[in-house]
Structures are given as structure tokens and as C-alpha cells.
């Protein structure tokens, strides 16, 4: 019975032997009878990822973490052990990052032509392949800490600018920006208008030249008829006369045509001009509407109004009093 006893507690004894040695195997990923193959890796920085933290290929853990250490150069080292089997991707990188929320961290396997789309990535693989040697160039993407931190950052600063646009933009200030804005709306109202009569006014002018041209052509037709009958009708020098009288009438022609491009030129300034007179006088209409300035006053105050009534009625009281009792107001003495 004492040795039954013996051997079973030996037992147990080997038993949570076997259980301890196999459980700080599979702790630290050790393969027993497979030929394992060491790489490293160059980062400028690792951020959480230690020794033991896996090493995974497209989801699957190839390999582990086998030690760290820092290098030459401001550079970080990493020796990654690859269990025997697996295919390294060519042109190999290696991309540490966060695997959870719970601070686990792994490195992962890409190829130099399927990298993710990030551009620090890309940056600081290009930097760690631009040192050279064999080492597999190495980027660190930053934790949930980091980017909660920063996004802390860019929530405060948010809100900083939403505080300042607020206390700028009070309801007096969005008061005077649209009263502002509708001042400018009628102002441009009334420049379309007087824009569109002015058009009018140049079309009225464009087709009565025109008019002009058709007519002047229709003259020039009846004139050469005229010169081709006279120059059958006369050879003593006549016609020559002609021609030198209808040179000067089409000098004169040139000279109306020029002092109606005048004209026109004269119009295009009096439409700026115009545009200014009615622009000056919408500020006095509106300064007179809003009641500020002598003349506002003036017109909203009917007190003057009254008042000089009144003294025009004590006037005309005091001029009839002085044509009836004169000496009321006058003193006369001969001596």
C-alpha cells in the first residue's frame, strides 16, 4: 500500500513536470525539431513590441520576437526567428504595430510592393532601406495612446477655434454683415439696372449705324452709277473734278465717323460717371431714410416745420399791429 502510494505521487510528480516544461514551451514559442532561420530588422524606433511578441504573415503567426537591441546610427535592431517552412515574401519589410487594445504588440510581414497606403510607413521603410546592409527595413505604426493623445489634441484645438469664431461673430456683428450684405444687393440692383439701360442705349446707337452703313453703301452704289454716267457723259476735266469732291465728302465721311466714335467713347465715360452720381446719391437717400445728418433730421422732425409757421403767423401779427398804431412803435419829433 506505502509504495502504491510512492508511485503515485512520483507520477504526479513527473506529470506537472511535463506540464510546466511544456507550458514554457508553448510560452515561448519554441518548435522542437524544427530548423528555425534568424532575421533582423532595422527601426528607428519599436514603440511596444518586445522580445517573445509574435511575428505574423498575412494573420498567422510565422515566427516570434527572439531579442532587441539598440544599433549604430540612432537605429533600433530586432532579431526575428522564422519557424522553418514559411515563405518570406520578397523584398521583405517588417511593420510593428499594435495587434490589440490591451497593449499586445506584433510584427508583421509585408513585401516592399504591397505595402499599406500610408505615407510615414513608406518614409521611414524608404530611410531604413537607404542605410543598406541586409538588414530588412523596419517601421513602427504609433499606439491606441498615441492616437488618442492626438486626437485629444485636434478635439481641443477644434474647440478652441469654435470659441473663437463664436465670440467674433456676435448677433451684432452677423446684424451689421447683413445689413451690409443687403446694402450691397441694392447697390448691385441698381448697377444691373443702369447697366441694362446703358445697353440698351448702345444697341439703339449700334443699330442706327448700321442703318448708316446700309445707307452710306446704298450711297456709294448710287455714286459710282453717277460716275460711270458722267464719265460717259463729259472728258474736259469734269469728272476729275467729281472724284476730287466726293475724296473730300469721304474725308468729311471719316472725319462724322471718328467724332461718332467720340461720341460713343464720351457715353462709356458718362455711364461710369452716372454710376457714381446714383451710387452717391443712394448713400444720401439711405442716410436720409435712416434719419442721420442735418438733412435726416430735418426731414423727420416736424417741429421746425411748426415753429417757423408759428413765427411767420406772429410776424404778420406784428407787421398789422405796426400799420394800425404806428406810433405805438414809432416816435416822430420836428424840433
Known amino acids: 500500500m506505502k509504495r502504491e502510494n510512492e508511485f503515485a505521487v512520483g507520477l504526479a510528480v513527473i506529470a506537472a513536470f511535463c506540464v510546466v516544461v511544456g507550458g514554457a514551451l ?11 532561420a534568424v532575421y533582423t530588422a532595422r527601426f528607428r524606433t519599436v514603440g511596444g513590441l518586445g522580445v517573445g ?32 517552412g514559411v515563405s518570406i515574401p520578397p523584398r521583405p519589410a517588417v511593420i510593428a504595430a499594435s495587434a490589440s487594445l490591451f497593449g499586445e504588440w506584433a510584427a508583421s510581414l509585408y513585401s516592399l510592393d504591397e ?5 510615414n510607413v513608406r518614409r521611414d521603410l ?18 491606441i495612446g498615441q492616437l ?54 448702345i444697341s439703339r446707337v449700334g443699330t442706327n449705324l448700321r442703318t448708316g452703313s446700309d445707307v452710306l453703301a446704298q450711297a ?27 475724296a473730300a465728302a469721304s474725308h468729311d465721311l471719316q472725319q462724322s465717323s471718328q ?4 461720341l460713343l467713347s464720351a457715353a462709356h465715360r458718362n455711364q461710369e460717371s452716372l454710376v457714381r452720381v446714383l451710387v452717391a446719391a443712394d448713400s444720401v437717400m439711405s442716410r436720409i431714410a ?33 400799420q394800425a398804431n404806428p406810433r405805438k412803435y414809432f416816435t416822430f419829433s420836428v424840433f
Open 148 to 201: 488618442t493623445a492626438q486626437a485629444s489634441r485636434i478635439a481641443t484645438d477644434i474647440a478652441t477655434v469654435a470659441n473663437r469664431v463664436q465670440t467674433a461673430f456676435d448677433s451684432t456683428a452677423v446684424s451689421e454683415l447683413r445689413r451690409s450684405i443687403r446694402d450691397f444687393g441694392q447697390v448691385a440692383d441698381r448697377l444691373v439696372q443702369v447697366s441694362n439701360e446703358q445697353a440698351g442705349v
Open 259 to 262: 467724332d461718332l466714335r467720340d
Open 53 to 84: 511578441n509574435p511575428v505574423v504573415l498575412r494573420g498567422v503567426r510565422v515566427g516570434r520576437v527572439e531579442a532587441i537591441r539598440l544599433a549604430s546610427g540612432n537605429w533600433v535592431e530586432a532579431d526575428l526567428k522564422i519557424y522553418s
Open 26 to 36: 508553448w510560452l515561448s514559442g519554441a518548435h522542437l525539431g524544427r530548423t528555425e
Open 115 to 119: 505595402l499599406p497606403d500610408d505615407p
Open 126 to 143: 524608404a530611410e531604413a532601406r537607404a542605410a543598406g546592409g541586409t538588414r530588412w527595413p523596419g517601421a513602427t505604426l504609433p499606439d
Open 290 to 322: 435712416n434719419r442721420s445728418g442735418t438733412l435726416g433730421l430735418l426731414v423727420a422732425d416736424s417741429s421746425l416745420y411748426r415753429e417757423t409757421t408759428l413765427t411767420m403767423i406772429q410776424l404778420r401779427q406784428l407787421l398789422s399791429d405796426i
Open 220 to 246: 456709294a452704289t448710287n455714286l459710282q452709277s453717277t460716275l460711270g454716267r458722267v464719265d460717259s457723259a463729259t472728258n474736259q476735266g469734269q469728272l476729275a473734278a467729281i472724284l476730287n469732291n466726293t
